[in-house]
């Protein structure tokens, strides 16, 4: 079992940003500070390191005073719950001083400073993130964490009813790291309290439930972690109403066969795929969505969507109404519910993909030569001709559209 981290093979441990920041806080508080967290754990598990937090026995004020006295810039972006953002080499460094509960609710926690590594372990929520290393990569593990990791196993520290009960988003957690870092099943007493105590999702702001569910399904493959939050009634409590687990499965095939990155908007929309645009619009108000997000989910269930088999002038319509996004979106959909296999797919994404929106090539300045007047008819005929150049796969010229004016055309 490794204790160490070397830096020749860990590139961001002596990454020149990094180190100012850890040199800064160690100048100030020397043995004071470690690295913790997703960094340590991707590390200790071989896989990329992005975000690099770090652990200190110096309050936020000590914090930023360190920082801004090596010539760091410090945010107070949590300030009063212990942490400062360090900014160096243009990146951001969440700096937390080492805590333990006082108070917990479910939602929220009132915290004291400690100077304990251990007990700032205790109060974290699984043991392969509750690894530490030093300045020089050597490994702190005060409760199992390195071979939970080295294992794949998500195991919550202490009493997992307990590390629940401190703050419900454990529980969508629990199957957000099964899905990144799990092998197997996810771990059994960590899935039996979960499901006993599934109902206080309920409590959690929608904001929260919702960041939680997209990194959940933004996993390359979250199929075991989401099988068993179905199969124990979890994701009824984020996601009302019938699942369709099987959809799901079919667009994460789709998904490889195509070579396509995770889609957690897609595989949304997926688990819903036996519902309609009135329960996608329910979900994005009752999740508050981001505009973009509710624009694309409400798209993807358009009354009568584009469809496998369509003909290539029928998509060409679709996507002139409605977008390259919302029809592969709508194809991925009627793919999953049709349990086609991914070969299905090739024919429609091959037109989406090879789509450019022509311009429609009739103007209202073209009408008003020929004598119309400006108002509703005028506004009336360009629709009308605008259906036609769709109707001909946009083959109708400028000049052939104006010459069915004259012939009694749609105008």
Known sequence: MTDRLSPADHAWLSDPATRAVMDALLAAAPDGARFVGGCVRNAVMGTPVSDVDIATVLEPAGTMR??????????PTGFDHGTVTAV?????????TLRRDVE????????????????????????????????????????GGI?????????????????IAEDYLRILRFYRFHAWYGEGEPGQEGHRACVGMREGLRTLSAERVWKELKKLLAAPDPTGAVRAMHEGNVLNEVLPGSIDFDALLSILLAEREESRPADPLLRVAALMAGGDAMRVEAL?????????????????????PARLGMTRSQLHARLYEHG?????????????????????????????RGWQRPEFP???????????????????????LEADWIASDFTLAREELLASLGKGGSA
Request: aromatic share 6%; net charge neutral; glycine share 8%.
């Open 66 to 75: 360190a920082l801004e006295r090596a010539g760091l810039k410090a945010v």
């Open 88 to 96: 160096s080499g243009g990146r951001g460094f969440e700096v937390t």
């Open 104 to 143: 917990t609710d479910g939602r929220r926690a009132v915290v004291a400073y400690t100077r304990d590594w251990a007990e700032d372990a205790a109060r974290r929520d699984f043991r392969l993130n509750a690894i530490y290393a030093d300045a020089e990569g050597a490994l702190f593990d005060p409760v």
């Open 147 to 163: 071979a939970d990791a080295l294992a794949g196993q998500i195991v919550f520290i202490g009493d997992a009813k307990a590390r």
């Open 284 to 304: 994005c108000d009752a999740m508050k969505v981001s505009n973009a997000e509710r624009t694309r989910l409400i798209a993807a269930f358009a009354p009568d």
């Open 324 to 352: 390259a996004q919302a029809v592969e979106d709508q194809l991925f959909l009627s793919f999953a519910r049709g349990k086609a296999r991914p070969a299905a797919l090739r024919p429609g994404l091959s037109v989406v």
């Open 362 to 384: 009739v103007r209202a300045a073209d009408l008003l030569a020929l004598g119309m007047e400006r108002g509703p008819a005028l506004g009336e005929a360009l629709k009308a």
